[in-house]
């Protein structure tokens, strides 16, 4: 297996290997931003869900008898507030 020197460097021209290796670096800041990027959309899209989650309780309660009638509703009610509120606090 050739070593590192023999991997970049032609005798006397060491222009050709710093190219590559400086094409390398300029690949990884790249390659960073776009993580950055997939992140910071992430968290938008997780706290617009979160909102979105935190509606379905009020909206669900305004429409008269339903769930509101049945004492069983209320886990219902827990499972859906604490979506809502789970998709919030894991944006924070």
Do not use: C, H
Not at 26 to 38: D, H, K, P, S
Not at 81 to 92: S, V
Request: hydrophobic share 40%; no cysteine.
């Amino acid at each position: 297996m050739p070593g590192f020197a023999d991997s970049f460097w032609s005798s006397g021209d060491y222009a050709g290997g710093l190219g590559v290796l400086f094409g390398k670096l300029q690949q990884g800041v790249a390659e960073n931003q776009q993580i950055l990027t997939i992140a910071r959309m992430r968290a938008e899209a997780e706290d617009v869900y979160g909102m979105r989650l935190g509606e379905i309780g009020p909206a669900t309660d305004r429409i008269n008898g339903g769930f509101s009638r049945d004492d069983g509703a209320s886990v219902r009610k827990v499972g859906i507030l604490g979506q809502g509120r789970r998709g919030q606090a894991l944006t924070l």
